[in-house]
């Protein structure tokens, strides 16, 4: 079986329903999942659709933090931590999904969320906040000064910025704003399925050549317009298409597995037990052994040690 790093998960949504502070919900109802699946190393996303305010961000972010300190998992918080080979039980990264709650004090705020173990945020869900705009949002309107700020202090930090849920006009903001090269944690190619949250070919020939990475996304409305074809082969269609354009070295994992949210979805890369159905598609997508191992892991290995 081969391992596999997962850019996002939204574990915070998973934890939720049934954490008390007193056992591990990851533990008890999820890792032996992604041990099933291969699932090696797994983001753990605090999500905010852009309701909540700073107290209810710090809220979620904490409680993430102690089921994964309860589970006995290792949290990953520096690139020199991260081993070639897998350990034992499944490591997680903490991410942050949206940042309405930052109004004052950007830097100050993201620093917080640093202390905390997270090292992957994106600045706005759908949203439209005080420092960028998401998909949903205004067309015209990308990152503001606040957020400028804020990138630069990510920046600083070495914590990576993601750019999936940005709408285009702050996806090239970012990239001209920061120094760093940028990772869309789970987007697949618009080409291929037009929603909004896909990425254009520049976008992904632009964010490739500035060294980022770009996570295939397994929730079913990105992977095609057609019903029919929303699996995991034709997720991995996304992941030839993206490294013919922009080379292997691009592609990675962000499932995005709707079971973390509750998802009402019938296809065959709902849940983490399902990993290697993905690394199938690849293997009839023509990739070779090593090839799929870069997709699987390899490439966010590297990409963190270089940048987080």
């Known amino acids: 079986m081969i391992p596999v790093f997962d850019l996002h998960a939204d574990l915070a949504e998973a934890i939720r329903p049934s954490f008390t502070g007193s056992g591990s919900v990851l533990k008890k109802d999820w890792m032996p999942l992604m041990k099933q699946g291969g699932i090696a190393w797994s983001a753990a996303a605090s999500f905010f659709d852009g309701s909540q305010n700073w107290e209810e961000m710090q809220e979620c972010v904490r409680m993430v933090r102690r089921d994964i300190e309860q589970s006995g998992a290792r949290l990953i918080l520096s690139g020199d931590e991260l081993k070639d080979e897998p350990d034992e039980e499944t490591a997680f990264l903490m991410t942050v999904e949206g940042m309405c709650g930052i109004h004052e004090n950007p830097e100050e705020k993201i620093e917080w969320l640093y202390e905390q173990g997270n090292r992957i945020g994106s600045l706005a869900w759908n949203d439209q906040n005080d420092l960028a705009t998401g998909a949903m949002g205004d067309p015209a309107r990308g990152l503001t000064e606040a957020g400028k700020r804020v990138i630069r202090k990510m920046n600083d930090l070495h914590m990576i910025i993601d750019v999936s849920h940005a709408n285009e006009k702050t996806f090239w903001d970012i990239l001209d704003e920061s120094t760093v090269p940028v990772i869309a944690t789970h987007s697949n190619a618009k080409k291929l399925c037009g929603v909004e949250r896909n990425l254009t070919n520049q976008q992904i020939r632009a964010l490739a050549q500035k060294g980022g990475l770009i996570g295939m996304n397994a929730c079913e409305m990105f992977i095609s317009d057609d019903p029919a074809k929303r699996s995991a082969a034709n997720l991995a269609a996304h992941a030839r298409w993206i490294a ?40 009839k997508e023509g990739f070779n052994e090593e090839e799929i191992k870069d997709i699987a892991y390899r490439n966010v290995l590297r990409f963190l040690r270089n940048y987080m």
Do not use: K
Request: proline share 2%.
């Open 244 to 283: 013919d354009i922009a080379g292997v070295q691009a592609v990675a994992c962000g499932f995005d597995f709707g079971v973390y949210y509750g998802a009402d979805e019938s296809h065959n890369l709902l849940s983490p037990e399902q990993t290697q159905n993905f690394i199938e598609g690849l293997r």
